[in-house]
C-alpha cells in the first residue's frame, strides 16, 4: 500500500491546482488521481473549452508560478452586453477600473498543460487509474483503484467534477436544479475584430456568449431551450452559420465554424457538505452552476486558495480534521451559493419576456451603466475584487 498525506481525485484544471498549490506552501506526500491523460498534448488550433480567467485568478497563478508558463492566452479590456427585448445594453471597461485588462480567455487544457509542469514532481504522484472504493479509517481512508493500487491518505480532496464519484461514495447528498436547458461551445471566425471584447447577447430562447481567442476568432457558448438545442444540432455547419450570425445581430458579420460542436445539459448542483472527517470537496465536486458568468473555474481557485489556508493556519498535527476543514467550507459557501442564486435570478429574468419586465430589464440595465459607483461595484464583484474605500 502506498502511503500519501493527500490524495487528490481529479486532475483536471482546480484538482491540479490544489496539488500545486500544497506543494508550494506544505511540505506534504501528494497523489493525484485521474482516468485521463493529465498532460494533454496543445493543439496548434484553439480548444473549444476555455474559461475566462479573472484578475484575482491570475494572481493565484502567478503565485505558484503557472500564469507565466501558459503557452497561449488572450487579454480583454472590455464586455459588453445587450438585450434583445429590450432598450438595455451593459458596458464595462477595464479603463474604468484603472486597469489594463479585465481578464484572459485561456484554453481549458492550455491551463492544465501548464499546471502539470508546475506540479512538483518529488512530492506529487501522478497516476492514471480510475476510482473504485472509499474505505474510511482510523487516520483517513484507503483509495481503491482501478488498476489493482490501494492508496491510504490523511486527507481526500474530491476533485472530480459534477458527477463526483468521490460524493457519491461519500454518501454526500446534493441538491440539484435542471435548468432544461443545454449549452453548445464551439469556435467560430468572425468577419470583424472582436475588439479585445467579450460580448454577450441575451435572445428570447437562449444566451449568446462570444469569448475572443484572438482578433478573429472566438469561442462561443449558447445556452438554449432544450427545444432550440434540438433544432440546432440537427443543422448542418452552413446553417448553423447563418443562425448564429443573425442571433448576433451581425455585430460580427458573417460568422463560421472553426470547430465541430458540443452539447451539454445545464445542471445545477451543491453539495449539502463540502467536508467531511478527513474529506473535503472542491470545485465542481462542491458546487457547480450555470455557465452564465462563466465563474465556474475562479469559484474552484476560490476554493483552493481558502482550503490551503485553513490548512497552513491550523496548528493540528492531524491532517484532515473537521475543525479545519469546515471554516473553508463556511467561508466557500456563501460565496458560492450566492453566485448560484445570482446566475439562477439572472437566467428567469432574461428569459420572461412580458413588457413590464421587458421595460424594467432594461432600465436596470442602463441605471447600472449610467451609475459609476453601481458600475463599479458589479465589475469588481466579476473581477474576483471588491472596491475598499
Known amino acids: 500500500m502506498n502511503n500519501f498525506d493527500v490524495v487528490i481525485i481529479g486532475g483536471g484544471i482546480v484538482g491540479l491546482s490544489m496539488a500545486a498549490e500544497l506543494a508550494n506552501k506544505m511540505t506534504l506526500s501528494i497523489a493525484v488521481i485521474d482516468p485521463n491523460d493529465l498532460n494533454p498534448t496543445i493543439s496548434p488550433k484553439f480548444h473549444t473549452r476555455v474559461s475566462a480567467i479573472t484578475p484575482a485568478s491570475i494572481d493565484f497563478l502567478k503565485s505558484i508560478n503557472v500564469w507565466n508558463e501558459l503557452e497561449r492566452k ?18 464595462f471597461h477595464a479603463k474604468d477600473e484603472g486597469m489594463e485588462y479585465l481578464g484572459y480567455i485561456v484554453e481549458n487544457d492550455v491551463i492544465q498543460s501548464a499546471l502539470y509542469r508546475a506540479t512538483e514532481p518529488s512530492t506529487t504522484a501522478m497516476i492514471q487509474a480510475s476510482l473504485v472504493e472509499l474505505i474510511a479509517n482510523d487516520v483517513g481512508y484507503q483509495v481503491v483503484l482501478n488498476n489493482g493500487q490501494t492508496l491510504s491518505c490523511k486527507l481526500l480532496i ?54 475572443p481567442l484572438s482578433d478573429h476568432q472566438a469561442s462561443i457558448v449558447w445556452s438554449c431551450k432544450n427545444s432550440l438545442a434540438n433544432t440546432l444540432e440537427k443543422l448542418d455547419d452552413i446553417a448553423f452559420n447563418k443562425r448564429i450570425t443573425e442571433a448576433s445581430e451581425y455585430q460580427f458579420g458573417s460568422l463560421e465554424l472553426q470547430s465541430s460542436r458540443k452539447y451539454f445539459p445545464l445542471v445545477a448542483r451543491s453539495a449539502n457538505q463540502y467536508v467531511l472527517e478527513n474529506l473535503s470537496l472542491i470545485g465542481d465536486a462542491a458546487h457547480n452552476i450555470h455557465p452564465l458568468a462563466g465563474q465556474g473555474v ?74 459609476p459607483a453601481l458600475k463599479s461595484f458589479f465589475q469588481r464583484q466579476a473581477l474576483g475584487k471588491i472596491k475598499k474605500n
Open 74 to 91: 488572450n487579454a480583454f479590456e472590455a464586455t459588453k452586453v445587450w438585450d434583445q427585448n429590450s432598450h438595455g445594453r451593459l458596458n
Open 158 to 211: 474530491g476533485a472530480d467534477g459534477p458527477q463526483s464519484k468521490v460524493r457519491s461514495l461519500a454518501n454526500i447528498e446534493f441538491k440539484e436544479q435542471n435548468y432544461n436547458q443545454a449549452a453548445i461551445i464551439a469556435n467560430v471566425l468572425t468577419e470583424k475584430p472582436l475588439n479585445k471584447t467579450t460580448w454577450q447577447r441575451f435572445l428570447s430562447d437562449s444566451i449568446l456568449a462570444f469569448l
Open 298 to 371: 475562479n469559484l474552484g481557485f476560490s476554493d483552493v486558495i481558502e482550503l490551503s489556508k485553513q490548512l497552513q493556519a491550523s496548528n493540528s498535527d492531524t491532517l484532515g480534521e473537521f475543525l479545519v476543514l469546515r471554516k473553508y467550507a463556511r467561508a466557500r459557501r456563501l460565496d458560492n451559493e450566492l453566485m448560484d442564486k445570482t446566475m439562477t435570478g439572472l437566467d428567469w429574468v432574461y428569459k420572461e419576456n412580458m413588457e413590464p419586465l421587458r421595460w424594467l430589464r432594461g432600465y436596470g440595465m442602463n441605471l447600472i451603466d449610467e451609475t
